[in-house]
């Protein structure tokens, strides 16, 4: 209870009838126009920008809940028990193929940044971007040029994979190879063959710990928090919102509002928690509606840097188009898949001549030990899931200590 109670302390209290015990309100207007002048007179040096699917959309890549066009929408083919389960440890783990199917989709290097992204590169090259937090896990940040550093990949990344046994790490390239290949991805370490998953974050799992680690970090130095393109509904990310200082002014760039419920807990204390667009008492928060394109655009014209972002796009565009990188050798891996399960059968026959005279009780033996082993390797699997990273575990743990907060991947 001290520990939510500390938690609690951050979060800023004021009485919603007249706004006496709200903080200092740092924006002339609490408008677009009171963003912009804020940012114009050197107000902000230490930008947070958190983004979700919105910011991917123009790219080619669908949102998750869009009607019709949403990810979820689509999945039907899959035959799936609910939309989500395509990203739950517990169905990966016993049924891998749909997840890989819809990664050969969605997979990194088929895309472009957006202007949205290059926005966000334009902020570092300013000398105004803190850091950059993102729901998604199509490495555009990286593409666009944004530092690795300047990057948390809040719900993991296609970046990097691991072996959910051994934890074995694998390349971008490698896993696209077998993901290309149609090929379901075992680790090759001697004596393992664990099964490998791309570092994104599934339901029921741990974020990664450079999370934990960040936001402790920078959102107590946040002086402008830049939202764009994400439904706030999976929380902890959609929690970041109530992390920076009670005076810090927050932009919700993105085509509906979202974010204004607070937590019925924290209502019930009388403390405030939220986005606050519409009350009397608002102070800090403004909502442009529209596309995330449209509004880092628009934010670009009225700071009169709409030519340097347009320069940016040009000529990263050409570069990604003069350096793509030639295509995977999908083929081989095939059939290098397919010349390892004819070796496989050729020796189970060998083993089943040599073997031909072995009594039947014998075999019966040998089957029960089989299902035996099988049942363990199963057992193994499900045991790397609950398996987590420690590091992750620990920093989850702390943080959930101090805040009361949410730290596994969880949907609102």
Request: hydrophobic share 40%.
């Amino acid at each position: 209870m001290e520990g939510l109670l500390r938690g609690l302390s951050k979060l800023t209290t004021r009485d919603s009838s007249d706004g006496a015990d709200r903080p200092e309100q740092l924006l002339q207007e609490v408008n677009f126009d009171g963003i912009i002048q804020f940012i114009q007179e050197n107000k902000c040096k230490n930008i947070i920008t958190m983004a979700g699917a919105g910011i991917s959309t123009s790219a080619g890549i669908p949102d998750f809940r869009s009607p019709e066009s949403g990810l979820y929408h689509n999945l039907a083919k899959f035959n799936l028990p609910r939309p989500e389960a395509i990203f739950e440890i517990s169905f990966f783990m016993h049924k891998p193929e749909p997840f890989f199917t819809l990664a050969k989709e969605l997979y990194p290097g088929r895309f472009e940044p957006t202007p949205c992204h290059y926005f966000v590169r334009l902020l570092h090259e300013k000398g105004l971007l803190l850091r950059h937090y993102t729901q998604n896990i199509d490495t555009l940040e990286r593409v666009a040029g944004i530092p690795g550093d300047k990057i948390v990949e809040a719900h993991g990344t296609f970046f990097t994979s691991h072996c959910l046994k051994c934890r074995k790490e694998f390349s971008l390239e490698w896993m696209k190879e077998r993901i290309f290949a149609d090929v379901t991805p075992h680790c090759d370490a001697e004596g393992c063959d664990g099964l490998v998953k791309p570092d994104i974050v599934f339901f029921g799992e741990n974020l990664p710990p450079v999370f934990f680690l960040r936001l402790k970090e920078d959102f107590p130095q946040c002086d402008l928090l830049i939202i764009m393109g994400t439904s706030l509904a999976v929380q902890p990310f959609a929690s970041l919102v109530n992390r920076v200082p009670p005076t810090t002014p927050r932009l919700l760039i993105n085509m509906e509002k979202v974010g204004t419920d607070s937590d019925s807990l924290l209502s019930l204390m009388g403390i405030v928690s939220g986005l606050d667009f519409d009350s009397p008492t608002k102070y800090r928060d403004v909502f442009w509606e529209g596309t995330c394109d449209d509004g880092c655009r628009e934010l670009a014209r009225r700071l009169d840097w709409q030519k340097e972002l347009e320069v940016l796009i040009e000529t990263e565009n050409k570069k990604l188009l003069n350096d793509q990188a030639p295509q995977s050798d999908a083929p081989a891996v095939a059939q290098e898949a397919a010349k390892a399960t004819e070796q496989s059968d050729e020796t189970a026959e060998t083993k089943a001549e040599a073997e031909g005279n072995e009594t039947e009780a014998a075999k019966e033996a040998t089957g029960a030990t089989e299902a035996a082993e099988t049942k363990a390797a199963a057992g193994d699997n499900d045991a790397a899931v609950a398996k987590a990273d420690p590091t992750a575990e620990a920093m989850a743990a702390e943080c959930a200590k101090e805040t009361g907060e949410v730290t596994l991947l969880s949907k609102v």
